[in-house]
């Protein structure tokens, strides 16, 4: 078994943790009872067996199981839960029945303000392992969790293959295996992703569309989108292809017109490479408009298939008012809107700045960002195409020197170049949001030379899953 983000992050952590004995005598298959005491950054419960650790995938902090080991290593132990002898009074049953097998509803089994409570639990755990200056007294708030934590994502992004008695199948791959598992419901998709997806599963299956063959590289439909806007309800649903001739085409597109109104868009992506990357390069229109449109905070966003926009359109409000408090602009202040996206955040605070600019290195979200700061008659922002690390570097020798700056990263975090240019240039207000509290941690080692740690506001934009947003607000030291 590969070793997991967590794992690594308690090898590495010294602190909070009883003295480790690394030669524990112990086999696979041999079981004990174990105590929950913590979950780490992935979801998986923490115990200690004669002070070794012990990852078990499922148990609960307090729970008290029989745990059978399923790999030794010289630092942990994996294990599976051979029988739950106290459960935890948060523990509930998950509302889907796959949630235990695969990926992405880590949580499914925790109760909501459990769940909220880790979130918050994920940043302090990532702190403690890297020890970014002051972080003992880091201002941690309760995580903003939503009233309903269901029924969120706006994106269903399936792969299509066929079961074994021939029948389309659409879901998401089992962990650590190639067995894609049907998604017939999903509590956390929005239910209009789900209708049309199955709609697509039915109409696929009818007219006989042929899908991929991992094993042999053969077969054309790889993988469905949909994507919901759910302020117009607009729907966009790509096919992913291994290659461009698509035979059944018109006839699908025609069914799929006539029981599906809300679908505005369909288009086709080229994927003709053996890689579990989703899209190709290539990207064309088959029927519709190539964009859909979505509303947050009152602006107007036109997406392309490929641009990211945040999955949770509920909680994007919200954390994108927290940036906002956050940044604490006043006019006339110049920002930087880092990893910007299709513009979400540069265009909502655009009407309290001077000037802002904006950067993502890919190029339709950019081209998608300008066009959208036009379709709100918004005339103070401008987006480039490029890495953050080269972009920013290159605008401060130009000489903008920015009041404001804001970086929204990937999980990898900031370029270490990018870092560097933060600590030059200095702006008075930085804010840091963030989807990965481990590589926040580690910028926070670099970013508090030069800033101190304001307070740290965790969004839960994934509720059911292990995933953590986090806003920082810095001030100047
Ligand atoms: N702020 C946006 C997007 C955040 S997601 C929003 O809230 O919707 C992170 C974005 O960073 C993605 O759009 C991705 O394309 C972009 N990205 C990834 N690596 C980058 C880099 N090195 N420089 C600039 N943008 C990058």
Redesign the pocket.
């Known amino acids: 078994m590969k070793t997991n983000q967590s794992q690594k992050q308690y090898q590495h952590s010294n602190n909070h943790r009883p003295r480790q004995q690394r030669d524990v005598k112990v086999e696979i298959g041999q079981r004990f009872p174990l105590t929950i005491k913590r979950m780490g950054i992935n979801g998986e419960g923490i115990g200690y067996f004669k002070r070794k650790l012990v990852f078990v995938k499922g148990a609960l902090p307090n729970e008290v199981i029989v745990a059978e080991v399923t790999d030794v290593k010289p630092r942990f132990l994996t294990a599976k839960m051979h029988r739950l002898k106290i459960p935890s009074p948060d523990r509930v049953k998950p509302r889907d029945s796959y949630a235990e097998e695969v990926g992405g509803f880590e949580l499914e089994h925790l109760a909501y303000p459990a769940q909220l409570a880790f979130k918050r639990d994920v940043v302090l755990q990532s702190l403690e392992k890297y020890q970014p200056k002051g972080y003992r007294s880091y201002n941690l708030k309760p995580t903003i969790g939503m009233d309903n934590p269901y029924e969120y994502r706006n994106k269903a992004q399936f792969q299509v293959r066929r079961d074994e008695s021939g029948h389309v199948i659409a879901g998401l791959y089992q962990e650590r295996s190639h067995h894609l598992v049907d998604l017939a419901t999903c509590s956390v998709q929005m239910p209009a992703t789900m209708h049309v997806m199955r709609g697509i599963v039915a109409l696929m299956e009818e007219l006989d569309v042929s899908t991929y063959d991992e094993k042999h590289g053969t077969g054309l439909v790889r993988t469905v989108v949909v994507r919901v806007a759910a302020g117009t309800g607009e729907v966009q649903v790509v096919f992913v292809t291994t290659e461009a001739p698509f035979p059944q085409k018109n006839t699908l597109i025609k069914r799929l017109q006539a029981a599906f109104p809300e679908i505005v868009s369909i288009m086709q992506n080229i994927n003709n490479e053996k890689t579990s990357l989703i899209w190709g390069e290539e990207t064309r229109l088959l029927a519709g408009k190539p964009k859909i449109r979505e509303v947050l905070n009152g602006l107007q966003f036109n997406l392309s298939a490929r641009a990211?926009?945040?999955l949770n359109p509920y909680q994007?409000v919200r954390l994108y008012d927290e940036a906002l408090k956050a940044l604490d602009l006043s006019a006339n202040e110049t920002v930087i809107?880092?990893?910007?996206?299709?513009g979400?955040?540069g265009l909502s605070i655009a009407h309290a700045a001077k000037e802002v600019r904006g950067?993502?290195?890919?190029k339709d979200?950019v081209d998608d960002a300008n066009e959208n700061a036009k379709l709100n008659g918004i005339s103070n922002v401008h987006y480039e195409t490029?890495?953050?690390?080269s972009v920013i570097p290159k605008w401060l020798a130009e000489g903008f020197k920015p009041d404001a700056l804001i970086v929204?990263?990937?999980r990898t975090g900031l370029?270490d170049g990018l870092i560097n240019a933060i600590l030059d240039a200095k702006p008075k207000k930085f804010v840091y949001i963030s989807c990965n509290p481990s590589t926040l941690a580690k910028d926070l080692v670099k970013l508090t030379q030069q800033y101190h740690v304001d307070y740290i506001q965790s969004v839960d934009m994934m509720p059911q899953t292990a995933r953590c947003e986090a806003v920082v607000k810095f001030t100047r030291a």
């Open positions: 990211f926009l945040q994007t809107d880092a990893y910007s996206g299709v979400t955040i950067m993502d290195i890919i979200a490029g890495t953050a690390e929204d990263p990937p370029d």
